[in-house]
């Protein structure tokens, strides 16, 4: 039996496909470089959907076709830099051969790219109250995740002593972005005297965690 016969796209249309593609793409990267603008300027509570609209040529029925809200306008920069940052983050600690190594890996290239990416750094973190209750979209959630399962790995390899890896999580999540905050309001953006602070904070009280009465729930909890 012949195989079925599907008759090619024509290449005008294909041509045409491809424009519109192009173009809705142009328009979303347009309206979220309009909202890192907005956000950083105003705030993200202050900001409104005509604020960044009125930075763009579109018009507002172009920006309800990609975005229902400025909350979804803001996951979506938030998840975009997460996208952007964790592979580089969990390669340098999956090449880590020591405890100095993960944890100073850990924040130098965070810092970095904090320093290389400004601009949308602080679009994201213009607003600190906004900032703790937005920090639950899909990617940063899988970036947290992944951060945690780097430690019991690196738990599980004799890396690091046998600590709490959720709580190792939070403090180092925690002191990444208020200090990475407080670098950008300098006049310089040390990058690496930053690292250096977190990993000396860090290497001077990590070894003593063991210490610490076990953190887990009771098993009949």
Avoid: C, W
Wanted: glycine share 4%; hydrophobic share 45%; net charge negative.
């Amino acid at each position: 039996m012949p195989p079925e016969y599907i008759e090619p796209i024509p290449r005008a249309d294909l041509h045409l496909k491809g424009k519109r593609e192009q173009t809705k793409a142009q328009n979303r990267e347009m309206i979220l470089e309009a909202a890192r603008r907005v956000f950083a300027e105003l705030g993200y509570g202050a900001a409104t959907v005509r604020d960044i609209i009125r930075t763009t040529p579109l018009a507002s029925g172009t920006f309800y076709n990609y975005f229902r809200s400025k909350e979804e306008v803001f996951q979506a920069i938030q998840d975009e830099s997460a996208l952007r940052i964790r592979p580089r983050l969990h390669e340098e600690r999956a090449k880590a051969q020591s405890i100095e190594e993960f944890i100073s890996g850990t924040f130098r290239t965070f810092f970095e790219f904090v320093a290389n990416d400004e601009a949308n750094f602080r679009a994201i973190h213009r607003n600190t109250d906004t900032l703790r209750v937005r920090m639950d979209t899909a990617e940063i959630i899988a970036g947290f995740q992944e951060l945690r399962e780097d430690l019991e790995t690196a738990i599980a390899k004799g890396l690091l002593p046998p600590v709490d890896a959720d709580f190792l999580m939070a403090a180092l999540i925690g002191v990444a972005f208020e200090l990475a905050e407080r670098m950008l309001r300098r006049e310089f953006a040390d990058t690496n005297a930053t690292a250096e602070f977190a990993t000396a904070l860090f290497m001077g009280g990590i070894r003593a965690l063991p210490n610490v009465p076990s953190l887990a729930p009771p098993a009949n909890a």
